[in-house]
């Protein structure tokens, strides 16, 4: 299995950008998927999340209005669209994979920088 997330990068403050995760080697759309993000010296957070239909979706409080999470089955790929984006977005974006609700998530990608200047 594997999760390759892309899409990160750096901008200004206000800004926007697009993370893409594309999965392969797992039957996507039997996964719920999830984007989180770890900031220097600071512990993982969870960001979005979506279920396997992509019917249904959830967020952070800190990212609500701002970052909408899709998914693509048909693609294998799960986007995060983030607007209006602020310093204190900056991190490390991880997306991941579980089968089952509110059960920990079985599989991880490998992390794609997002760096937001004020």
């Known amino acids: 299995v594997q999760l390759q997330a892309s899409g990160g990068g750096l901008v200004q403050a206000g800004g926007s950008l697009r993370l893409s995760c594309e999965a392969s080697?797992?039957?996507?759309?039997?996964?719920?998927m999830g984007w989180f993000r770890q900031a220097p010296g600071k512990e993982r957070e969870f960001v979005a999340r979506?279920?396997?239909?992509?019917?249904?979706?959830d967020y952070a409080d800190a990212v609500k209005g701002r970052f909408t999470i899709s998914r693509d089955n048909a693609k294998n790929t799960v986007y995060l669209q983030m607007n209006n984006l602020k310093p204190e977005d900056t991190a490390v974006y991880y997306c991941?994979?579980?089968?089952?609700?509110?059960?920990?998530?079985?599989?991880w990608g490998q992390g794609t920088q997002v760096t937001v200047s004020s």
């Open positions: 080697g797992l039957t996507f759309s039997r996964y719920g």
């Open positions: 991941a994979a579980r089968t089952l609700p509110y059960a920990k998530y079985d599989y």
């Open positions: 979506i279920v396997w239909t992509g019917g249904s979706s």
